[in-house]
């Protein structure tokens, strides 16, 4: 295993798009790294630039203690599992498995019991002598993780490896995921763009925003004390709520200079009795969510306000277009400057 | 230090340059050969002097006299007139037949199996083959269309085709048409076929008639494959040689001798080949001609239904 | 119902136009030759093999037939295994100079034959090529290299290029993957390419008329052709030497007829 870093790394396509301005991102030895961030925001091309599908066009991709920026693909010693899996459909699933030892020229009974070692824990001795075509979404994902387990890289990388499986087989895959990293000591960069994903996996997340580190952190810490209104809105369900300008005199708290924003999340409100609340809204449309209810509420006595979601208990049910109260806890505001839109302290 | 890294970095993109060049030199290189620098040996040749016959006149330049001379003759221009009235007339039959069949064949259900052996066979055979098949069809009075047309009383005596300077254009546009049509109404059916269902669902709901899908739906969506039917038709049509060659060898008389009929024969049984280089020239720079002016055509019409 | 009535009229209507002188030819290579010229009737009446007996034995139709196996075979033989390589690099590598390429080979795809037939003869003759096997296959590259390449780049877009950067990652280098993952999941296409480019081959007239000589170079077109009899046309035996040249083509193109259609139209539809 080995640590990983992009270093100033930039990404002009042919094209002229820019799919990475000046990143630098650290992954630890054995480290679960999350790159998580919005379609199109250069996740996949960090990605591929780590496995060298892709060169950057300026700075340096580190492997260890190497510089690998120059070096192909096949000689960096790293294994990846692609969001359509990319099974060689020509080949059972025992060559498949074997494909990367063979490249490396390992011996044939090494091969073997290398396979079938890889293949025992992940169910998938009884298909060895299938070809991909023949087995179902959740065997496929399952192939595509033992061809990268199979060989002992130093690093691996995951591009959206769930998000062709069914809600529940993900939650599954999910967990099994964390408990090989626990076992493997792996090093681990996996690209999503569901921020649940990136809380409940990773052991850092990188929040990236249009080829540019929005924060990195644990994800209580970026949770907890979201960099920049793009990571507050983006990490959380559901989204945090963002209020604007005067709203700051309502509050009171400290006088900012220039126009800021507030960011609550809805679980940091409460619903209180209208009368000596903070602030006053209007109920607009309550949705039941088993364990909780998510109301929408709007500012104001006469509901004409800002909209505004609060996650409350099941009980009591606020009835629609009452006027209800709004209680925050201080220590869970969020303030952002408006013009930079970064956190201010 | 830095340094030298760039150059390694920029040297992992040079690697997959230099294999793309090794894997394509051979290639681009038979293509150098055999098609670009005879081509540049054509117009070189057109500005000479060169006649087979007479050797001893040697190879002398006369910059643009062979020009000058197939501006002035009457035998060329008939050709290019001959050579525009086919391309025109099958380019017309087989897109209007062609798309007829295809919205039609969009409708069934079943033999698609059939449509495509239907299609390819004609397709498939060699353009000599189908000349001298429907040559043999309008022969003579036993020919079978003569026999048909007077059985079913189309005609009382049978026309003799292939001697009137009208009449033989009929067997020569319809040997054309058989062997295309079916192909351009299977480009046309691929181009249907990527029409998207719930289009014409909308277009329904929203009270179009018939005629209105056809014009508001399909007629726009389907412009890119009919372009590309039409560049491929026309530049084929305007090439034409093996047919007329084997069914009318340009007659009777020089009648139905296409451009590049007249071309080969000026260069292969006149031997006079500066002044068929001058002529492959204008050839040339005409179907050249055709194609840019489609490909931007073509281009301007694929941006449009894109955007 | 009435939407798929049309279809299924339109359907018939082709099938008939394009089976009919098909048949017809079939029928005639088969009918005697006196009652070639007689009154023609729809159904046969009297079958025999005489004009296939005097194409072969008289007519030595094997020669031509040999010569259009062996120059057809090595055109396409050499244009695919060529021009797969060149199309790989350009469907899938990255470089400078690919458009201007791509665009090259389009151009002179669109390339009327005539317009080289000058030069190619005058070298071919310089060469001592004239009427011999290379002397043909050369100048069928003009045609048939272009063809396949842009047949084969368009075939090779279609495969999922992540199969080859998982290769890749796995450890194979790039000749390495062009081996083991592109290789055996091309041949379908090289196959449909392969046949495309041997139809068009086997069918040329213009190149194989202009630089041959006498009979025993000929390909077949040109051999039925030039069939003339002394004195009458000998359409009997044009028509057998028709189904001859045919069936071979005939044959691969329906054995194959799927992944044709699909190489044809997808070539022509994304442009
Ligand atoms: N080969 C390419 N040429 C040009 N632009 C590209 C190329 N690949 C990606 N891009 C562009 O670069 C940007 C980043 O792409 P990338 O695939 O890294 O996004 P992503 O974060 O993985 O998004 P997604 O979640 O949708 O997979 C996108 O805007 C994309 O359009
Ligand atoms: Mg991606």
């Not at chain 2, 269902?197 to 007629?219: C, K, M, N």
Request: proline letters at 6%.
């Amino acid at each position: 295993m080995a640590s990983v870093r992009l270093d100033g790394v930039e990404k002009v396509y042919p094209n002229g798009h820019v799919a990475a301005r000046g990143l630098d991102i650290d992954v630890a030895d054995g480290e679960f790294m999350v790159l998580v961030g919005p379609s199109g925001c250069g996740k996949s091309t960090a990605l591929r630039m780590i496995a060298g599908l892709e060169t950057p066009t300026a700075g340096r991709v580190l492997i260890g203690d190497r510089d690998v920026t120059a070096l192909p693909p096949q000689e960096r010693d790293i294994a990846m599992v692609f969001q359509s899996y990319a099974l060689y459909p020509h080949m059972t699933v025992r060559e498949n498995l074997a494909f990367g030892l063979r490249m490396r020229g390992a011996a044939r009974p090494a091969i073997a019991e290398r396979v079938e070692a890889v293949a025992r824990p992940l169910g998938l001795d009884a298909v060895l002598d299938r070809k991909p075509g023949q087995l179902s979404g959740g065997q496929r994902q399952r192939v595509a993780l033992g061809r990268a387990m199979v060989r002992d890289p130093k690093v691996f990388l995951f591009d959206e490896p769930l998000s062709n499986l069914d809600a529940k087989l993900r939650v599954e895959t999910r967990a099994e995921l964390a408990r090989l990293h626990r076992r493997l000591r792996a090093t681990i960069v996996y690209v999503t763009h569901d921020q649940e994903e990136a809380l409940t996996l990773g052991s850092r997340v990188t929040v990236m925003r249009d080829g540019v580190v929005e924060q990195v952190g644990p994800p209580m810490e970026v949770y907890r004390r979201p960099a920049s209104v793009f990571v507050a809105g983006f990490v959380g369900s559901p989204a945090m709520n963002f209020l604007q300008g005067d709203l700051v005199a309502v509050f009171g708290g400290d006088a900012q200079r220039g126009p800021v924003t507030l960011g609550i999340r809805p679980h940091d409100l409460v619903l209180t009795p209208a009368d000596n609340a903070d602030l006053i809204a209007r109920v607009d449309v309550v949705e039941p969510r088993g364990s909780e209810l998510l109301v929408h509420l709007r500012l104001g006595a006469d509901g004409q306000g800002q909209e505004i979601r609060v996650v409350a208990p099941p009980e009591p049910m606020p009835p629609v277009d009452s006027v209800v109260g709004l209680h925050a806890d201080r220590q869970r505001l969020h303030w952002f400057d408006t013009t930079t839109g970064k956190r201010i302290e | 230090m830095p340094g030298g890294e760039r150059r390694r970095a920029a040297s992992a993109e040079a690697r997959e340059a230099r294999l793309a060049w090794c894997l394509a030199a051979p290639a681009i290189a038979t293509i150098l050969l055999v098609a670009l620098f005879p081509l540049g040996w054509t117009v070189w040749e057109s500005m000479h002097l060169h006649d087979l016959r007479m050797p001893w006149l040697g190879r002398s330049f006369i910059g643009a006299d062979n020009y000058v001379e197939a501006v002035r003759d009457a035998r060329f221009r008939q050709a290019l007139g001959h050579t525009l009235l086919f391309t025109v007339a099958t380019v017309t039959i087989e897109l209007g037949l062609g798309c007829t069949l295809a919205l039609a064949m969009n409708r069934a259900f079943r033999g698609r199996a059939l449509v495509r052996a239907a299609v390819l066979v004609p397709w498939a055979i060699p353009t000599v083959v189908s000349a001298l098949l429907w040559r043999f069809i309008f022969e003579g009075r036993a020919g079978i269309a003569n026999a048909l047309m007077v059985d079913v009383g189309l005609v009382r005596e049978a026309p003799v085709w292939f001697i009137r300077s009208g009449l033989v254009w009929i067997p020569v546009v319809l040997a054309d048409v058989w062997k295309t049509t079916p192909f351009v109404a299977l480009l046309l059916l691929a181009g249907l076929q990527n029409i998207d269902a719930s289009l014409y669902e909308a277009a329904r709901i929203d009270g179009a008639s018939a005629w209105r899908q056809f014009r508001h739906v399909t007629l726009p969506l389907l412009r890119p494959a009919i372009l590309v039917a039409l560049i491929f038709r026309t530049l084929d049509a305007f090439r034409v040689f093996d047919l007329v060659y084997v069914m009318t060898g340009g007659g009777p008389g020089t009648s139905t001798e296409p451009i590049a009929l007249y071309t080969f024969n000026t260069l292969l049984q006149n031997l006079r080949f500066g002044y068929g280089s001058a002529l492959s020239v204008i050839v040339f720079a005409v179907v050249f001609g055709l194609a840019l002016g489609y490909i931007r055509f073509l281009g301007a019409g694929l941006t449009e239904t894109r955007g | 119902m009435s939407r798929a009535r049309w279809g299924t009229v339109a359907i018939v209507l082709l099938v008939l136009g394009s089976g009919f002188p098909l048949y017809w030819a079939i029928v005639s290579s088969f009918t005697p030759e006196a009652r070639l010229y007689g009154t023609p009737s729809l159904i046969p009446r009297v079958l025999v093999l005489d004009h296939y007996r005097a194409l072969f034995t008289q007519r030595e139709f094997w020669v031509p037939i040999r010569n259009s196996l062996i120059v057809a075979g090595s055109t396409t033989g050499f244009c695919v295994l060529v021009g797969g390589l060149c199309a790989y690099a350009l469907a899938r590598l990255r470089f400078r100079g690919k458009a201007p390429l791509l665009g090259l080979i389009l151009a002179v795809s669109v390339f009327p034959q005539i317009s080289v037939v000058s030069p190619l003869y005058l070298l071919l003759r310089r060469l001592h090529l004239i009427n011999t096997y290379p002397g043909l296959i050369l100048p069928y590259l003009t045609f048939a290299m272009p063809l396949t390449v842009w047949l084969l780049v368009g075939f090779f877009r279609q495969l999922p290029a992540e199969l080859e950067e998982a290769a890749m990652v796995d450890g194979a280098s790039r000749l390495r993957t062009i081996r083991e993952i592109v290789w055996p999941l091309a041949i379908p296409g090289l196959a449909a390419t392969a046949i495309l480019t041997f139809v068009y081959s086997w069918n040329e007239f213009l190149f194989a008329l202009s630089f041959t000589l006498g009979p025993e170079r000929q390909t077949v077109p040109v051999a039925i052709a030039l069939f003339r009899g002394q004195y009458q046309v000998p359409w009997g035996q044009i028509l057998a030497a028709a189904v001859v040249a045919t069936a071979p083509v005939a044959l691969l193109v329906l054995a194959f007829q799927r992944r044709i259609v699909q190489g044809l139209t997808a070539g022509a539809v994304k442009g």
